[in-house]
């Protein structure tokens, strides 16, 4: 099993940054691309970015320019750098992950959710 967590979510000052981190831990396993979404209550959770494992990345059109994905494959851990934070990116922040996992029977391809983290921006 593949666990996937998320840190580094707070309460920001609008103008301010914070990076999120999403780590993922277990055997056998690797990353075949990974990203950031977010949700707000009675919204649809939507794309950030996400970052293949050849790190091509990709991001919602409003966020470019702010937000920034990187991912360091050694450590199976993506980050998330957003800057001039805004009071409307508030939202919990999710990690997701498009994963293979090695089997003696064989390899088994599937995606899987972190658990959340909460960033609020005041104004």
């Known amino acids: 099993q593949v666990q996937l967590v998320e840190s580094g979510g707070g309460l920001v000052q609008a103008g301010g940054s914070l990076r999120l981190s999403c780590a993922a831990s277990g055997s056998s396993f690797s990353i075949r691309s990974i990203g950031w979404y977010r949700q707000t209550p009675g919204k649809q959770r939507e794309m950030v970015a996400t970052i293949s494992n050849g790190g091509t990345s990709d991001y919602a059109d409003s966020l470019k320019g702010r937000f920034t994905i990187s991912l360091d494959n050694a450590k199976n851990t993506v980050y998330l750098q957003m800057n001039s934070l805004k009071p409307e990116d508030t939202a919990v922040y999710y990690c997701?992950?498009?994963?293979?996992?090695?089997?003696?029977?064989?390899?088994?391809?599937?995606?899987?959710w972190g658990q959340g983290t909460q960033v609020t921006v005041s104004s």
């Open positions: 997701k992950a498009a994963l293979t996992r090695f089997e003696p029977t064989g390899t088994i391809l599937y995606e899987d």
